[in-house]
T-cell receptor, first 113, second 114 residues
Framework: NAGVMQNPRHLVRRRGQEARLRCSPM?????VYWYRQLPEEGLKFMVY????????ESGMPKERFSAEFPKEGPSILRIQQVVRGDSAAYFC???????????FGSGTQLSVL | AQSVTQLGSHVSVSEGALVLLRCNYS??????LFWYVQYPNQGLQLLLK??????LVKGINGFEAEFKKSETSFHLTKPSAHMSDAAEYFC????????????FGAGTRLFVKA
């Protein structure tokens, strides 16, 4: 399966811990997008990355959240000192050079206790 | 900046009835518009996209959408609903003015009654 792979599918953290969410884009894709989905709120854009570059992070909270997409390996969304309000489904999507159609992973459901 | 508004967070239809999910967009440039579908516990899948080639766009599973510039609308339709169409549907616009990110509407959950 050469689709977008996200892991873990479910992540449980206690308040104050760190959460690391991983996303491997489709083969050949160099554009990665992270979205957060809360119930009844749709998908909210967080960050758009290309290899080794953050292109648009206008949707990222100013504190505790960071993202990277290194030259080798998956893209990582990192949330430090998690709070209950961070509980949500986090989706990663990738696209090819055209930046048109997005291919989504199955998401990571983060639960903060 | 581009944005999309989906009218109706929930829509319920009977099996075999017409499906109409509404989407209005705001864009200062000719838009790229999309409809995505999300089944429970899954990521989004592309249903169809508008890229200015034709105003009536046909997608997968019998869905289609019509781009109407005068109404700034891109409503999704299907002539006859099937139980398997029950899902959440998202209208989206690609923001070409600021970084090429895709902006999603809040979603419309479609219920199909037997």
């Amino acid at each position: 399966n050469a689709g977008v792979m996200q892991n873990p599918r479910h992540l449980v953290r206690r308040r104050g811990q760190e959460a690391r969410l991983r996303c491997s884009p489709m083969k050949g894709h160099s554009h990665v997008y992270w979205y957060r989905q809360l119930p009844e709120e749709g998908l909210k854009f967080m960050v758009y990355l290309q290899k080794e570059n953050i292109i648009d992070e206008s949707g990222m909270p100013k504190e505790r959240f960071s993202a990277e997409f290194p030259k080798e390996g998956p893209s990582i969304l990192r949330i430090q000192q998690v709070v209950r309000g961070d509980s949500a489904a986090y989706f990663c999507a990738s696209s090819g050079q055209t930046n048109e159609k997005l291919f989504f992973g199955s998401g990571t459901q983060l639960s903060v206790l | 900046a581009q944005s999309v508004t989906q009218l109706g967070s929930h829509v319920s239809v009977s099996e075999g009835a017409l499906v109409l999910l509404r989407c209005n967009y705001s864009s200062s440039v000719p838009p790229y518009l999309f409809w995505y579908v999300q089944y429970p516990n899954q990521g989004l899948q592309l249903l169809l996209k508008y890229t200015s080639a034709a105003t009536l766009v046909k997608g997968i599973n019998g869905f289609e959408a019509e781009f109407k510039k005068s109404e700034t609308s891109f409503h999704l339709t299907k002539p006859s609903a099937h139980m398997s169409d029950a899902a959440e549907y998202f209208c989206a616009v690609r923001d070409d003015t600021g970084g090429f990110k895709t902006i999603f509407g809040a979603g419309t959950r479609l219920f199909v009654k037997a």
